[in-house]
């Protein structure tokens, strides 16, 4: 079995649901890195509670009442509570955290369907004891003994259980009159960055948040549930899901924290001050925006084993969201609301049937005939598609439009002129998915979908699409091979034609109308020939793909942003750093008038992604680009870091010499050497990447 085509397919890798029918539709067609930690933030795993509070929660919950409705508390939770009798709050925090331990919410599936906890203390064993017989009725009689004594209480069980349900009533309806007294109503202009609140989620359950971020137009507030990473952020309506605490200094909170506890309150006092001090914090004052969704943390392997270790896992987008949060560059962005791809949107670049199978299982055609996934079992045991694709017939199809729908969003808002550049952090990825075809991880082809509405609805007249994933983006070029009006470039590793998805050869220049529009930058490296790195990338960017995309003169530009080429990705088994993304975004910002719109695609190594995508988003904000470090394969002084590998110069002049034809302004340069000024040492590299950042967030002790 081959590494690189089960995978290193690295394809790339919200709204309301709305199906097809509903719509009507159903078409055919100074920078400093901050260091990465140690590890990362562990998994948003359920925080289960152990045997001892399993019980003694269980045990204050399961008590007798009196006649006059008071509860008469179980002797051994008393015992456990160091011999004495627990209080009313404590009880009510046990059973709000049984409570919430068996809840739904959101955050919680997406933790127990990234890492499956199995914890012997929680788990409820029930013993059936043989009762020794003490005469001469045997066994036999010692157990019908017991069977008639059972059956001669039930009528008394029966009077108990209804006196028991009374009584529940009673203790619920007191509850409900407490929790009341604990919260008062909250409006948006009465909320402010940094304050404290409920939150009711769309599962229906309320959890500790604070106020991240208001949108005065729409009357909605950016909460951060606190314990939690904040790629489960969301904007909600203050009216409706908010509400504020009636003692709002100390509030009893115990157990309504996420795994990481309560956060530090200078934090919140921190982001409070930059609000009060900023003259606008709306929209339109930001040039940049990031968007993301928590339920494409769901778009997991039906196996249930995190032993195997999926490629594309939701910890792809956890990591890149919590490295941005901690080097402070998501309160820097405009964090929008996410959203669905429309069937009709969808439409523009896939089939009917595609559209139906993987974003709408399950529901009736137009023919009123439902369409099932042709799916496999996987080597995992899960369900999926082409071999290696993870499908999730309950969350996959949601994550896929909403990946396609967030790429949308950005670009439409970029095209409008509400924003400069964005980057939408989405999976699954999408280059790999074809017009009818979803295979290396991609479902739809999300930027693909976004030129294409952004060109034939928007009217943007020409669009570049520059892919630097490690591999070849064969949807995307299928999609727009025809198309004079997409330019498609990709820079990518093919191995002579060896590498998935063995597509992207120099000579695939497009077809008709598009010929000389569709340009493939195919390295081959191999087991014989060292890796391509900064310096390899750095020189397709600066001797091919700028002069041919000057003169082609785009509108808007879209890179399809797989960080699989970085250095420490064992599946791509490239060596681009951090700086070396960083200096090709820079320089594809040069074009259009800065309008870029960044889409992950693949990357699976999250240390390595997690810190490329965070450098790319700090030139997106305005930050300059650093200088490239040194690589260490140059250390024989054989060859000058500036000047890159032979075979990677060999694959640029075939470039050149077949699109010349096209472009007269592309001319085989007399060098292909870099400034040395662009390159830093690696001291200098070194000292720079462990800079203390700013500000560094931490959770309270």
Request: contains cysteine; proline residues 6%.
């Amino acid at each position: 079995m081959q590494v690189d085509s089960r995978f290193g397919s690295g394809g790339a890798g919200g709204g309301a649901h709305s199906s097809p029918q509903q719509q009507g539709v159903w078409p055919d067609a100074g920078f400093a890195f901050e260091s990465a930690p140690a590890q990362f933030p562990k998994k948003r795993e359920i925080v289960v509670p152990g045997a001892a509070a399993a019980a003694a929660a269980a045990a204050a919950a399961s008590t007798t009442t009196s006649k006059k409705g008071k509860k008469k508390k179980d002797t051994a939770a008393a015992s456990r509570k160091g011999g004495r009798k627990p209080t009313k709050k404590e009880l009510e925090a046990a059973a709000a955290a049984e409570a919430r331990s068996k809840g739904g919410s959101r955050r919680k599936k997406n933790a127990s369907s990234r890492a499956s906890t199995d914890s012997a203390d929680s788990k409820i064993s029930i013993k059936l004891k043989k009762k020794a017989s003490g005469g001469g009725g045997g066994q036999m009689g010692a157990v019908s003994e017991e069977l008639d004594t059972a059956s001669s209480m039930g009528d008394d069980d029966d009077d108990d259980d209804d006196e028991e349900e009374e009584e529940e009533e009673d203790d619920e309806e007191e509850e409900d009159e407490h929790e009341e007294e604990q919260y008062v109503p909250v409006t948006f202009d009465s909320l402010a960055v940094g304050d404290r609140v409920d939150a009711l989620d769309e599962d229906g359950e309320w959890a500790v948040a604070r106020v991240r971020r208001k949108d005065r137009h729409r009357r909605t507030v950016l909460v951060h549930y606190e314990g939690w990473g904040c790629e489960y952020d969301e904007w909600l309506p203050a009216a409706d899901r908010l509400r504020g605490f009636a003692s709002p200094e100390k509030p009893d909170l115990r157990g309504r924290f996420g795994p990481s506890g309560a956060e530090s309150v200078e934090r919140w006092q921190y982001l409070r001050k930059q609000a009060a001090a900023s003259v606008c914090d709306e929209l339109g004052c930001f040039s940049t925006a990031i968007i993301y969704d928590p339920a494409m943390l769901r778009h997991v392997c039906t196996c249930r084993r995190p032993e195997i270790g999926h490629p594309e896992q939701p910890d792809r987008l956890s990591s890149i969201v919590q490295n941005m949060d901690a080097s402070g560059l998501v309160d820097r962005a405009w964090r929008l609301d996410a959203r669905e791809a429309t069937a009709e949107e969808l439409a523009t670049v896939h089939t009917g049937a595609h559209i139906r199978n993987y974003g709408f299982p399950g529901e009736p055609g137009p023919d009123g005939v439902v369409s099932a996934v042709d799916t496999e079992t996987m080597e995992c045991g899960g369900m999926g598609v082409a071999t290696d694709t993870v499908f999730n017939p309950e969350n996959s199809p949601r994550a896929a439009r909403l990946a396609a729908g967030c790429v949308l969003e950005v670009a439409a808002r970029v095209v409008r002129g509400e924003l400069k550049n964005a980057f939408a952090v989405v999976r699954p990825p999408g280059h790999h998915a074809e017009q009818g075809n979803a295979m290396g991880f991609c479902f739809f082809n999300n930027v693909g979908v976004a030129a294409s509405v952004c060109h034939k609805v928007l009217g943007v007249k020409r669009v570049l699409i520059v892919d630097w994933d490690v591999h070849h983006g064969n949807g995307t070029q299928a999609m727009f091979y025809n198309d004079p009006n997409v330019m498609y470039v990709s820079v990518h590793r093919y191995d002579e034609g060896n590498y998935y998805p063995y597509s992207g050869a120099a000579e695939e220049v497009g077809e008709g109308e598009g010929a000389g529009y569709n340009i493939n930058i195919p390295w081959n490296t191999g087991a014989s020939l060292p890796a391509m790195g900064n310096t390899e990338y750095m020189a397709a960017v600066e001797h091919v793909i700028l002069p041919i995309a000057r003169a082609f003169d785009p509108e808007l530009v879209f890179i399809s942003a797989g960080f699989d080429a970085a250095d420490g990705d064992n599946l791509g088994g490239y060596k681009v750093t951090p700086e070396g993304f960083a200096y090709m975004t820079h320089q594809l910002m040069s074009l259009a008038g800065g309008k870029v719109v960044l889409a992950l695609e693949g990357g699976y190594d999250l240390l390595s992604l997690s810190l490329s995508a965070t450098a790319c988003m700090r030139v997106l904000l305005g930050d300059a680009p650093p200088g490239v470090p040194m690589s260490q394969r140059y250390a024989s002084n054989t060859l000058d870091s500036h000047i890159p590998y032979p075979h990677s110069v060999a694959t640029l002049k075939q470039v050149i010499w077949q699109h010349q034809q096209y472009w007269p302004a592309l001319a085989e340069p007399s060098s292909y050497e870099l400034s040395p000024t662009l390159f830093e040492s690696a001291r200098e590299a070194a000292r720079r990447r462990t800079a203390s950042p700013p500000w560094r967030f931490r959770n309270s002790s």
